[in-house]
């Protein structure tokens, strides 16, 4: 006997659009889950029968399914069937709460502060820099960067493109994004929905401005991107963190801060938390979802390297099931070289056009010749070419780090393989660290201090290291020196 049909996704499925029919699946079921349509425990109808009322393959159900299992969407039940995972909170057409509009402030006030008495970037210098998850920009080939340069500065002078344009940048690169998010990610945007930035910081920076005003809560883990926390209290928030349970954000906590001030934002890095490294669960994701509709707080989602994955294929963003909700922040940094300075914010259209404001009066407009040179990159195929090459890298170094890491230090540290990005994060159990970190720049060894992740002086502290950007000769050297200062502290 065939199920019922629980998942009505005929009209959001369009053979016509680039983004794959798997993934149009995916996103569809995601946001059912979401918007309480499926609800925990619900059957799916089987492969077969979901594929013949769809009018698709069966293959694709199929690995549309296997995918969703994998993330964590859906779970199987054997010859039962496959069905919605049971760990989900209850759906959100279930609460009483009514969800309170995400408004942007007409006339965003600021404040002058005084800066930091350190940095928030490593300064260029002698010695061994470990980063905080860099890629190695050697990688990237120049001859196909300078082609790039070389056609976009030909063809921007001969159409007249030199000009002052758009603050939100460039249309080619606009629509390239666009393409690409839809294609890769999920997310059914246009280029209308895309602002590029001078990365992802300047991206950031950009929303919060948009979106807060002096006094404003807004909540961010107790691990975290001090950058991020350092753009929001520049502009006179309110810093609210909560704690972390097993690496991600813990749920009650953000729910009791909610009910404890007036949150007007949260700011995540849910694709791998910054810096523990841990993904943001499918079950944690939408009781956040369930209570940015609640208490009408944004979303600030900053998918800081959501290409780099080595274990399975990673979970859709959360702006894919929830536009009208989460603010998206991307980078493309990680792809290229970060000197590059290439960065976007996609939103809903309010949002974009505050943030063109914004631009328009802090910089005029982005650098047209470098966006066209990026959007050739995306359009011909390049970068998908060099994603493809450097992940292969990526995940050898990563393995051979690994290796090195437990050879070296042994019991006296802990850390978990990332299942992607390009860091780890390591404990030193009963190591003074503040000693230890003091001991390697005697040394010549510089890195992030422990404390810089710490919006909350109570978290748990510990290093983020990156490993892409080294050669193998080069990231032994880093371990050797910090092996040499963990044991010069006893």
Not at 331 to 350: D, N, Q, T
Request: net charge positive.
């Amino acid at each position: 006997m065939l199920r019922p049909l629980y998942v009505t996704l005929g009209d959001r499925i369009d053979p016509a659009l680039s983004t794959p029919i798997y993934l149009q699946v995916i996103s569809a079921i995601v946001r059912d889950i979401e918007r309480g349509r499926l609800a925990p425990g619900t059957f799916l109808p089987g492969s077969r029968q979901l594929a013949a009322e769809l009018n698709l393959n069966r293959k694709t159900i199929v690995l549309a399914y296997e995918e969703l299992i994998a993330q964590g969407w859906l779970q199987s039940a054997g010859t039962r069937g496959t069905m919605v995972a049971t760990s989900f909170p209850d759906p959100v057409s279930r609460t009483k709460a009514q969800a309170q509009p995400r408004t942007i402030p007409a006339e965003p006030q600021y404040r002058i502060l005084p800066p930091p008495a350190r940095p928030l970037a490593l300064p260029d210098g002698d010695g061994i820099k470990l980063d905080e998850g860099a890629p190695d920009g050697r990688l990237f080939p120049t001859e196909v960067l300078a082609q790039a340069y070389r056609s976009a500065l030909h063809r921007s002078s001969t159409d007249n493109h030199l000009q002052y344009r758009d603050p939100l940048g460039t249309q080619p690169l606009r629509t390239a994004i666009a393409e690409m998010l839809r294609h890769q990610r999920g997310l059914a945007i246009s280029a209308e929905e895309i602002c590029i930035t001078r990365g992802s910081q300047n991206g950031l920076f950009l929303t919060a401005q948009a979106l807060i005003r002096p006094g404003d809560a807004v909540i961010v883990e107790a691990l975290t991107y001090e950058p991020a926390v350092a753009a929001f209290r520049m502009l006179g928030a309110k810093i609210v963190p909560v704690p972390l349970t097993d690496g991600t954000i813990d749920i009650d906590a953000v729910e009791q801060a909610c009910r404890q001030h007036k949150v007007r934002a949260i700011f995540l890095t849910p694709h791998h938390q910054f810096p523990t490294t841990v993904q943001l669960r499918p079950d944690r994701r939408l009781a956040l979802l369930n209570l940015a509709k609640q208490f009408g707080f944004a979303i600030i989602e900053d998918d800081y390297d959501h290409e780099f994955h080595f274990a399975s294929q990673p979970l859709l963003p959360m702006a894919a099931y929830a536009p009208d909700h989460v603010i998206y922040l991307g980078s493309l940094s990680k792809l290229l070289i970060p000197a590059l300075r290439v960065g976007y914010v996609a939103a809903p259209v309010p949002m974009i056009r505050a943030l063109a404001h914004s631009v328009s009066v802090t910089d005029g407009m982005g650098n047209t010749v470098t966006e066209n040179a990026v959007a050739d990159l995306i359009t011909s195929g390049a970068l998908r070419r060099h994603a493809r090459k450097v992940r292969k890298i990526y995940a050898e170094r990563r393995e051979t780090f690994a290796e090195r890491l437990k050879a070296t230090f042994g019991e006296r540290i802990s850390f978990a393989m990332p299942d992607g990005g390009l860091a780890f994060w390591v404990r030193f159990p009963g190591t003074d660290l503040d000693a230890l970190e003091s001991k390697a720049k005697e040394l010549g060894l510089r890195f992030a201090s422990s404390r810089s992740f710490m919006a909350d002086p109570n978290a748990e502290r510990g290093l983020r290291i990156g490993f892409a950007s080294l050669n193998n000769r080069e990231s032994e050297r880093a371990i050797t020196v910090l092996a040499t200062a963990l044991n010069s502290i006893g």
